[in-house]
């Protein structure tokens, strides 16, 4: 089956300041790739995705990209601001059936 | 995105005992799944409730342990039976609005500990 990495598990950036986080999947079949944003005491928001046929794509201060032959793909915020700061999930799963499998998250402190 | 609305959003509860959490859909969906979250960790998908057949479990979780019931297209439950210390954890609802592409929508999620 699949299996997600996820990189770092924690991250500490200042205000302003661009985070990336990366991830790794085994399943070459894997072609949508998903990224949520938990924050305390809530349920996982997706904010992005990407699927297969693309290599980058962005909405405002948030970009995923995907390098299928390496097999990882990234999640890039830049101006990091306070609200940013949660635990940011990546995912992978192949088409024709919703069961992803996650990373196991990354922790993202941003400080005023 | 859907709304989806899970209860109980927390509980404490005695070992031993049985818990069931509701899930509701503000529009109707194929498939639904329930996630289990343990404190600190990532998300592991227990099984997917269909509607009109029964639920198809992931390795590690039975049917006797965590039955499902899928009684409509827009609602669902899960119980944790017998539970002990280790079945505290969140247990999040979440739906495939769009129908088979993976773009999950996660409920609150029920945050349940077990004493």
Known sequence: GENVEQHPSTLSVQEGDSAVIKCTYSDSASNYFPWYKQELGKGPQLIIDIRSNVGEKKDQRIAVTLNKTAKHFSLHITETQPEDSAVYFCAATSSGYSTLTFGKGTMLLVSP | ?115
């Open chain 2, 1 to 115: 995105s859907a709304v989806i609305s899970q209860k109980p959003s927390r509980d404490i509860c005695q070992r031993g005992t049985s818990l069931t959490i509701q899930c509701q859909v503000d529009s109707q969906v194929t498939m639904m799944f329930w996630y289990r979250q343990q404190p600190g960790q990532s998300l592991t998908l227990i099984a997917t409730a269909n509607q009109g057949s029964e639920a198809t479990y992931e390795s590690g979780f039975v049917i006797d342990k965590f039955p499902i019931s899928r009684p409509n297209l827009t609602f669902s439950t899960l119980t944790v039976s017998n539970m002990s210390p280790e079945d505290s954890s969140i247990y999040l609802c979440s739906v495939d609005r769009t129908g088979n592409t993976g773009e999950l929508f996660f409920g609150e999620g029920s945050r349940l500990t077990v004493l």
